[in-house]
């Protein structure tokens, strides 16, 4: 999503339907992590700590890395430079055969694997992994593929991030529910799997949908939020919303964000 409040300047014939928006919507491919079709629609701030540009530091200092349900890929390539042995996992296969387009110029090998899957990889292979917003983080895993004094380094989605949307359309979610993804959790996981925990930071950050196409736009791209969500089934709740819009201005939401490094222990690779 766009990082500040743009206006549509390209709406010349005044407000656009319903229908319309969420019709775009609905068209609109949702393959990869490209979010450049929110620009104008929709705004979410960014965490302080600049994610990308602190992964590709990482990457610069090791000659082995993993990149961790990559998506599209496009993190990891916005990295200037790739170690000499970089390889990703995608489970979902629009976003394999993207990804795939987007690396292998770039001499990284995208292997096709499940996030629920065990990593296709041998014990030790790599100095560092990352992940950008992964569905759920293996902390065994992660820890069995590190090298000795090798880094897990990511970017987590954090507890109840985003719920006034997913409340808006599913109702009240329980403390349990709503806590899922809660960093304290995360770094027990880790622990439990052998990691130190070096770096844990969390920012909860703004976000507004300028209009219903961009909720509809948002729950097609990130299905895990409402499940079960068409346009079908959910255009009662979609109407009242785009009328909620017009009427009164942005919807808006807040995004949980954590940032997590994490050691295994041993002599640095």
């Not at 950008?132 to 293996?138: E, I, K, M, Q, S």
């Not at 989605?157 to 949307?165: K, L, M, R």
């Not at 079960?228 to 807040?254: C, K, N, S, W």
Request: aromatic share 8%.
């Amino acid at each position: 999503m766009s990082q500040t409040d743009p206006t549509d300047a390209s709406d010349t014939t005044g407000p656009r339907t319903f229908e319309e928006l969420v019709a775009e919507a609905e068209a609109a491919p949702t393959e990869g992590w490209d979010f450049s079709w929110f620009e104008g629609r929709a705004t979410e701030q960014r965490p302080s700590w600049g994610y990308a540009r602190a992964m590709a530091e990482r990457l610069a200092h090791t000659d082995a890395a993993l990149d961790i349900q990559t998506g599209g890929g496009e993190v990891l390539a916005s990295a200037p430079e790739l170690p000499r042995l970089t390889a990703a996992t995608e489970g979902w296969p629009p976003n394999v055969a993207r990804a795939t387009a987007l690396l292998h110029p770039r001499g990284a090998v995208v292997v096709a694997s499940p996030q629920d899957a065990p990593l296709p990889f041998g014990d030790g292979a790599f100095g560092l992994v990352t992940s950008r917003h992964p569905v759920t983080p293996h902390w065994t895993e992660i820890a069995r593929v590190l090298r000795p004094g090798g880094t897990y380094f990511a970017q987590h989605v954090g507890p109840a991030s985003a719920f006034e949307v997913v409340e808006y359309f599913l109702g009240s979610k329980s403390e349990d529910h709503r806590n899922h993804r809660h960093p304290d959790r995360e770094r027990a996981g880790a622990e439990a799997a052998g990691l130190e925990v070096v770096d844990l930071r969390a920012e909860r950050l703004r976000m507004e949908f300028l209009d219903v196409g961009a909720v509809v736009h948002f729950l097609r791209k990130v299905v895990w939020m409402v499940p079960d969500f068409t346009v079908a089934r959910y255009r009662d709740r979609l109407l009242r919303l785009h009328e909620q819009i017009t009427a009164e201005g942005p919807f808006v939401a807040h995004s949980s964000r954590h940032l997590i490094e994490a050691c295994k222990p041993g002599p640095r690779p």
